[in-house]
């Protein structure tokens, strides 16, 4: 069974960076694209990031484009979000997944942006 798990949040305060990662177990991570979500309490899950399997072209929700980026290393079977500029507004739990396979979710990683 495939596994996910995230890692790298933590409190911040606003104007800051974090580096999230997600190493994903299984043999077929580099044939498919990656994606970043998030969840705010008592909002519903969003799509924040996209990577194709190759890397080459990405994409972003309005509310973090410029600010966040996000990459993978197909070699290590993960995949990174870069964060800067943090605002408030992404205090959230944030996940990893394959936007097209039917997998579980993992645990996430707290990410709190907060003076």
């Known amino acids: 069974q495939v596994q996910l798990v995230e890692s790298g949040g933590g409190l911040v305060q606003p104007g800051g960076s974090l580096r999230l990662s997600c190493a994903a177990s299984g043999s077929l991570f580099s044939t498919y694209s990656m994606a970043w979500y998030r969840q705010a309490p008592g909002k519903q899950r969003e799509l924040v990031a996209s990577?194709?399997?190759?890397?080459?072209?990405?994409d972003y929700a309005d509310s973090v484009k410029g600010r966040f980026t996000i990459s993978r290393d197909n070699a290590k079977n993960t995949v990174y979000l870069q964060m800067n500029s943090l605002k408030p507004e992404d205090t959230a739990v944030y996940y990893c997944?394959?936007?097209?396979?039917?997998?579980?979710w993992g645990q996430g990683t707290q990410v709190t942006v907060s003076s």
């Open positions: 990577i194709f399997s190759g890397g080459a072209f990405t």
């Open positions: 997944n394959y936007p097209r396979r039917a997998i579980p």
